[in-house]
């Protein structure tokens, strides 16, 4: 076992050196412009383009001609509601999206409510991170024109009930774009029978290359438009311009094919090795909480908080174990994840938390140290707190009075 130990994979994951080796003839050797039509330099290069984009749309049951590539989920995020948006701009101006979405999302809808673009709506989520579809019923409006709700989250990997929600999208008319960036190579997707309108993907939470990704646009049922938000040479049926990432391309599509061809065995093992991981922390450590839903979550991801620890100091105490802690790091003041909060875990509890991503790389052994070290830190950090002390020795921790300064 090599140290240190990689347990982020939702921040990114580790390339398969099978899309590497895929990779790589399109660097030096093939490195034609897939828009050059008139020289055999071209054709090689958009051959290739058009054979990962049917891995692609396979992965996810589109057809390949739906497929838009950009530089990553992020962009496609900002593409579909943007693009949105300004297309549709005489239906309305309302969005329904979740307070638990991710970044790119949460904050392209303020940055068009702050330009006077947009009205938006935030739903709520339960106590496991889940958007209910009535909720999404009840906020549309007559100027609702899309509904953009993540299938699987970033942090506590709960899944949203995302064909519940397609269907109300299409009975109302209304577009609906999913951030399935966490989802897509990791479970099912089916465009079709998610009624999903528009969807945000990226190559490197597959173990593909970093900066690529796509944008699903509809073509039929409806035949969805959105406004180019990069002017330019009208690449990619003139969604949007630019030149495209050839090897970048071609390695995405070779992580799709290895998605597809090896989900259901990767599945298994992930949930083997999380439910492990998951089961040995809460044994053998008292007051410890899943953040997430128990079951409907994704396979890899496990959000545990650990009472009277900071996770900050826990991460610290682990440097061998590459992990993220429940407290974003802002400029001036380290905030607890707003993803925690609206499940309504309390301030404490969500700077205690830890998030475990495995991956398709992880190990049985790599578990087991890190259920040792996380023992091992979390006893030793509570040892030394002493609020752990009074709530042991039966002090009720809310009726104390502090001692002002
Ligand atoms: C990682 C992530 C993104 C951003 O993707 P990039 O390709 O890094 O821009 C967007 N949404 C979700 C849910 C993510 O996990």
Redesign the pocket.
């Known amino acids: 076992m090599k140290l240190p130990i990689f347990l982020d994979n939702?921040?990114t994951t580790p390339m398969d050196p099978r899309v590497l080796e895929t990779m790589l003839p399109y660097f030096v050797e093939k490195f034609g412009n897939a828009a050059s039509r008139n020289h055999a330099f071209g054709w090689a290069a958009e051959e290739a383009v058009e054979s990962a984009r049917k891995q692609i749309a396979k992965l996810i049951k589109a057809d390949p001609k739906e497929i838009v590539f950009t530089?990553?989920?992020?962009?496609s995020?900002n593409l579909a509601i943007k693009g949105v948006l300004e297309m549709y701009r005489e239906k309305g101006d309302h969005i329904i999206t979740s307070s638990t979405e991710?970044r790119?999302?949460l904050d392209t809808v303020k940055s068009l409510e702050g330009k006077g673009k947009a009205t938006a709506t935030y739903l709520p989520v339960d106590k496991f991170g889940m958007v209910s579809p009535e909720d999404v019923r009840n906020a549309i409006t007559e100027k609702t024109i899309l509904i953009s709700i993540?299938l699987a989250?970033?942090e506590i990997g709960t899944i949203n009930p995302v064909k519940e929600i397609g269907k109300i999208a299409k009975e109302k008319g209304i577009l609906f774009h999913c951030?399935a960036?966490?989802g897509v190579g990791k479970i099912p997707v089916d465009v079709q029978e998610m009624g999903i309108d528009l969807m945000?993907f990226?190559a490197?939470?597959i173990y593909g290359p970093?900066g690529v990704?796509a944008l699903y646009v509809r073509k039929k049922n409806p035949r969805v438009r959105i406004a180019s938000q990069m002017d330019g040479g009208g690449h990619e049926r003139g969604m949007r311009s630019g030149t495209l990432p050839v090897p970048l391309i071609v390695g995405f599509g070779k992580a799709c094919e290895l998605c597809e061809q090896e989900m259901v065995k990767d599945t298994a093992r992930l949930i083997a090795m999380r439910d492990r991981l998951e089961a040995s922390i809460m044994k053998a450590l008292e007051e410890s909480y899943l953040n997430g839903h128990p079951t409907t979550r994704l396979p890899g991801n496990l959000n545990i908080s650990f009472a009277y620890v900071e996770g900050e100091s826990l991460l610290m105490g682990m440097k061998d174990i590459a992990l993220s802690s429940g407290s974003a790091c802002t400029s001036a003041t380290l905030e607890p994840s707003y993803v925690l909060r609206a499940l309504g875990v309390g301030t404490d509890l969500a700077h205690s938390s830890i998030r475990f991503g495995l991956g398709r790389f992880n190990t049985n052994d790599e578990i087991d140290y890190t259920v040792k070290k996380v023992v091992e830190v979390v006893t030793r950090l509570r040892e030394m707190s002493p609020l752990y002390e009074m709530a042991k020795e039966g002090v009720d921790l809310k009726s104390v009075q502090w001692a002002a300064h």
Request: net charge negative; hydrophobic share 15%; aromatic share 0%.
């Open positions: 939702h921040s530089s990553g989920a992020t962009e995020d991710h790119a999302v993540m989250n970033n951030d960036t966490q945000s990226s490197h939470k970093k990704g």
